[in-house]
């Protein structure tokens, strides 16, 4: 590879089997050295074998009669599927010619996965990288954005204070030096999650149910997720979305702006590249809902055991998800339920990492909650899963709703610079179509400058 590598095309990370076959067995072989550059042409949602990443979980579990269909991020170099608008972002830079090995530094701005993904993927591309994130994250994300190479700048608070890491990021921006790689509000990440989420969610449901999706849920972090569900409308018109957002912090169902524990969603705004025009519901669910939720699939072998979950499935499913995984499970089972879905109709979620990063939360709990003994665990897992209902569910299908909405995306944006003609200009579909279109020419311009 050349000085600085040049990785994947979108395509390439729908379909790695795209790539050159010489190129395809060395980022197989790169599996077993995690800096290896080859790594780039393994973010994709694929195993190795090309099928998609996902679990279907046991109806048993979930208690819904619908199909919940979970694609897996924790296999993504490394570990979550924020790596992919990470390398999206700085290679549409590197190809245009506005970010330069050796002449820019790269910002992440971030509450954890994200940043972890920039450090990641500059390691990779020979950039150096600061990631700029609230100072109380969980520490294992702090140790890895290190472990990578990148410095950390931290900015005070929390998950919910996420704006005063945006401000940070556009105040360090303005140095020439610096470039952002801003997932808040730069569009390779809505290109990323439409093309290569949003495909891979169509395909993870084939043979599954009746082959469609009835609903996709996600939380916003950066909403880049949520964008694959705008390709899974184009595919599938019937299909809902729904945007999910931790109770203490309703800033799209209601503009709350509280505290929570869901690390990387819930950030106190409207982002600027979530599509409002494709949100139809709003669902509310208790952050530490999540976090007891994370412990039972962590160690509640007996307890799911009640439920015919075998030790074999048990294991398996231990490493899968970390808070925010559990946290779109519970609410894409609440929805379920308020759109009654039957036993042939398919929802899907994402899980965007696994537990690797979340023992230091699952301390915390253990010292908050003192007994986590199985009969606790077993109380929670009725409470938080079982008798999952259909409160806080906002139904934002409406054009009121949708003016609400880009109200909060205005207050949250002419601050920092965006006119409102632009702003306005989101409001139309064929914004984002046209967006999204861009997709073919990035594919072109990443080729031709990895051919040299």
């Excluded at 709350?256 to 869901?262: E, F, I, L, P």
């Excluded at 207050?411 to 409102?420: E, H, N, T």
Aim: hydrophobic share 40%; charged share 25%.
């Amino acid at each position: 590879m050349n000085k600085m590598p040049y990785g994947p095309t979108y395509e390439e990370m729908l379909h790695p089997t795209k790539a050159d076959v010489t190129v395809r067995k060395h980022a197989l072989n790169a599996r077993n050295n995690e800096l290896d550059p080859y790594n780039l042409f393994n973010i994709t949602w694929r195993r190795d074998d090309a099928t998609i990443n996902r679990i279907v979980l046991p109806k048993s579990l979930t208690g819904i009669e619908a199909n919940l269909v979970v694609l897996l991020g924790k296999d993504f170099p490394s570990g979550s599927h924020k790596v992919g608008p990470a390398y999206s972002t700085l290679i549409e830079g590197a190809v245009d010619g506005t970010i330069v090995p050796g002449k820019h530094r790269i910002l992440g701005p971030s509450t954890g996965n994200f940043g972890i993904g920039v450090a990641y993927i500059c390691n990779l591309m020979k950039f150096d990288a600061t990631i700029i994130m609230p100072d109380t994250m969980s520490q294992e994300r702090y140790e890895r954005i290190k472990g990578y190479g990148a410095s950390l700048d931290l900015t005070p608070g929390t998950e919910s204070d996420v704006i005063l890491t945006l401000e940070k990021t556009h105040e360090m921006n303005k140095k020439p030096e610096n470039v952002a790689l801003a997932q808040f509000e730069l569009m390779p990440n809505y290109r990323f999650h439409r093309h290569v989420t949003g495909y891979s969610a169509i395909e993870a449901v084939q043979g599954v149910g009746n082959s469609r999706i009835a609903l996709f849920a996600s939380a916003p972090g950066s909403a880049g997720t949520l964008a694959a569900g705008d390709q899974v409308k184009k595919v599938f018109p019937e299909a809902k979305i729904a945007a999910l957002e931790p109770y203490e912090c309703s800033t799209l169902a209601t503009g709350g702006r509280g505290q929570h524990r869901v690390e990387g969603i819930g950030d106190k705004m409207c982002t600027l590249i979530h599509n409002v025009l494709n949100t139809d519901f709003i669902t509310l669910i208790p952050d530490d809902d999540a976090v007891r939720g994370l412990k039972i699939f962590r160690d509640g072998a007996n307890v799911l055991a009640d439920y015919g979950i075998d030790p074999d499935m048990f294991a398996s499913m231990r490493d899968m998800f970390g808070v925010s995984g559990i946290f779109n499970i519970i609410g894409a089972i609440k929805m379920a339920k308020h759109l009654n879905l039957g036993p042939d109709e398919n929802v899907v979620t994402v899980a965007t990492d696994g537990f690797d990063r979340y023992a230091s939360v699952m301390k915390n709990l253990e010292e908050r909650y003192l007994e986590t003994e199985d009969f606790v665990m077993r109380r929670w897992f009725k409470d938080i899963f079982r008798r999952a209902d259909t409160s806080n569910i906002i139904d934002t299908r409406g054009q009121a709703a949708k003016d609400r909405l880009f109200k909060q995306k205005e207050d949250d944006w002419l601050k920092f610079g965006y006119s409102r003609t632009y702003l306005d200009s989101m409001k139309s579909m064929a914004f984002w179509d046209a967006e999204y279109d861009k997709v073919h020419v990035y594919n072109e311009k990443i080729a031709k400058k990895r051919k040299g």
